[in-house]
């Protein structure tokens, strides 16, 4: 059998190789840093195996799914380049692309990168969280390299499929960090935004649906943002100053007591909404 070797297995990690178990002729083989997090795995059916032999592993991996923080991706890249196996696919899950992109240039020209974003997740972490359903319905967004192998793009989109994506998007590094600075990343900042106002917890037993939404990614893995943040700092800076500018029109608008104005200001945002909400192409059909 062919394998996937997955590294890292927290809750997107462990979700992949719960995911991936029956693809094609692949062993999907997990590997993590803890006993504790292997022992879970194996007992719970995180990918065909779990180990800690992550040596024995990479070299015969003939696709590595790097599942870790960003730092650590650039590290394990730079650290283990000699060690991937020619020929094979090496891929990540970071919400960032610029840096993991700069960091796979360290690789040999004979191991193929492609950056890979499947855009899905909850507000929790870690492998007892994981499940295998997370991708479905989801968007998995790829950034080749112009090197990258055409057999390997269309390994991406069936492993895509097979988990459930509703579609592949292929873009730049740049385009991708620009779009997940306001898709994203904005929204988290949002989200801590609202939890950081003094009146937080007198609101308890007056929360609607809307104020659960809006603060559900709140609780985020503090290291895990503060790298995304700051990695992509450029675009998320800019989403910031129009999200300002526009929060200040809606505060002048409501100020003014101009009923009229403030109708056609709401009008003009719930349209743009619904006509964000209808149906697009399946990129994968």
Not at 89 to 106: P, Q, R, W, Y
Request: hydrophobic share 40%.
């Amino acid at each position: 059998m062919k394998k996937i070797l997955v590294v890292g297995l927290g809750l997107i990690g462990g979700s992949l190789a719960m995911a991936l178990k029956g693809f094609e002729d692949y062993e999907i083989v997990g590997a993590a840093r803890r006993q504790a997090t292997v022992d879970y795995a194996n007992a719970h059916g995180v990918g065909d195996r779990a180990t800690l032999t992550l040596g024995e592993e990479l070299p015969q991996a003939d696709v590595t799914i790097l599942c870790m923080d960003p730092d650590g991706i650039v590290d394990f890249l730079r650290s283990h380049r000699a060690e991937f196996k020619p020929g094979s696919l090496v891929t990540d899950v970071c919400g960032v692309k610029s840096a993991i992109m700069t960091g796979a240039e360290c690789l040999p020209e004979e191991v193929d990168f492609i950056g890979c974003h499947p855009m899905a997740g909850t507000e929790f972490s870690g492998i007892e969280h994981a499940f295998a359903e997370m991708f479905q319905h989801s968007h998995l967004i790829l950034t080749p390299r112009e090197t990258s192998r055409l057999e390997h793009i269309a390994l991406m989109e069936r492993m895509a499929r097979y988990i459930g994506c509703r579609d592949v998007v292929k873009t730049t590094p740049q385009e991708h960090d620009a779009i997940l600075a306001y898709t994203s990343q904005m929204m988290h900042v949002i989200a801590v935004s609202v939890c950081d106002d003094e009146n937080l917890f007198t609101c308890r037993g007056f929360e609607g649906s809307s104020f659960r939404g809006c603060t559900r990614v709140a609780a985020l893995d503090v290291e895990l943002w503060t790298q995304l943040f700051s990695l992509n700092a450029p675009a998320l800076t800019m989403c910031l100053d129009t999200l300002l500018a526009h929060l200040k029109e809606y505060r002048d608008v409501i100020a003014s007591g101009d009923r009229e104005k403030l109708n056609a200001k709401l009008a003009l945002s719930a349209g743009r909404k619904r006509e964000m909400d209808l149906p697009g192409p399946d990129l994968l059909s």
